[in-house]
């Protein structure tokens, strides 16, 4: 069992007056196309780019004829990556390409004029350890192996195969171009999408489930939380400022299975993300009630761990979440964790 499950207390406390209201449109349902002819040829390229706590993934997977065609034009694309100071991506397109920007786990879509497609996507990660970021980038190359009919490699060997952007790279998190020439199925596709990864790219073999519908949140901030500026995926993000040790709570929305969602986050403190490590965490799960819909709290910490994960999942629709997320050291979780039940019960829609 994994050590040192941090208690979860669903306590009502008493709510500050200042309540912000959000507003945002979830996904809509997606069609996805035709799956590729079984084990066609196909070349990936890909970028990995650590900002902040996300990691940014550009993506074009086609016959290898045309890749390498555009190879050029896709690195273009992927260096001219850049950040406004509220965190806003920017770029620049080459001459005949067209873009398509979502804000959605897929944030923008690229395509040339021939038809290829680049996917930017966003996700959340750790890139204040060069352990675990390395961890991260392992798990999502592989991912991508897979889906060309590749074996998986561990860091070491893969490391031929990267290249370093040194001018997207931190000091704990290196940015890399990555490109694969395989064969792409449709089996390959559906078994390593990453969690949430690539719901509305051209890679996609199923159908993403619908979200809910367009709704206003609002809530009351705690005590000691500085609400920051948000983008993409993100509702609300906040800061915790009256704690000796720095932690962040994120509000955003997405579908998908929460067994995918708790091995990633087991991998983000640095922990085995292994079918019974997961099945441990969702079997401790503590609910609670917030506009008469019941939610589920998960706590990812372990004694040898310094930091610490804990997650509200909150049902909104057929296939929609909202995800209230917590990340900080182990004493931060156990000082700020009624603080996060104020704030979850405080939350309307």
Known sequence: MIGFLIGINCLILGCSEDTAIRSYSVAKKQVAPAAVEAASPAQMLGVIVPY?????????????????????????????????EDGTPQWQLAEGWTEKVLKQITYAQF??????????????????DVQQWQTYLTDNINRWRQQLSLEPQDWTAMQPELQEIASHSTETAKAYFVSLTGKQSAAGQRGMRAPFLEQMSSGAAAAQPQTAGPVKLSYQVPDGWQEKSVTG????????????????????TASGAVETSVGMWLQQIGASAGEE????????????????????????????????????????GPSGNIYVKLTGSNKLMQSQSEKMDQFLTSLSW
């Open 277 to 316: 490590q997961v099945k441990r965490v969702i079997d401790s799960a503590v609910e609670g009630t917030v506009q008469k819909t019941t939610y589920r709290c998960y706590t990812i910490a372990q004694e040898d761990k310094e930091q610490a994960i804990r997650v509200a999942v909150i049902p909104i």
């Open 233 to 252: 995926i993100r509702l609300a993000a906040f800061e915790i400022a009256d704690s000796p040790s720095p932690g962040t709570v994120v509000v955003s």
């Open 52 to 84: 902040r706590e996300s990691a940014w993934f550009f993506k074009m997977t086609d016959n290898p004829d045309k890749v390498q065609r555009l190879a050029d034009q896709f690195r273009q694309l992927a260096s001219s990556l850049s950040f406004s």
């Open 111 to 128: 395509s040339s004029a021939d038809g290829a497609l680049v996917t930017l996507t966003q996700l959340g990660a750790n890139t204040n």
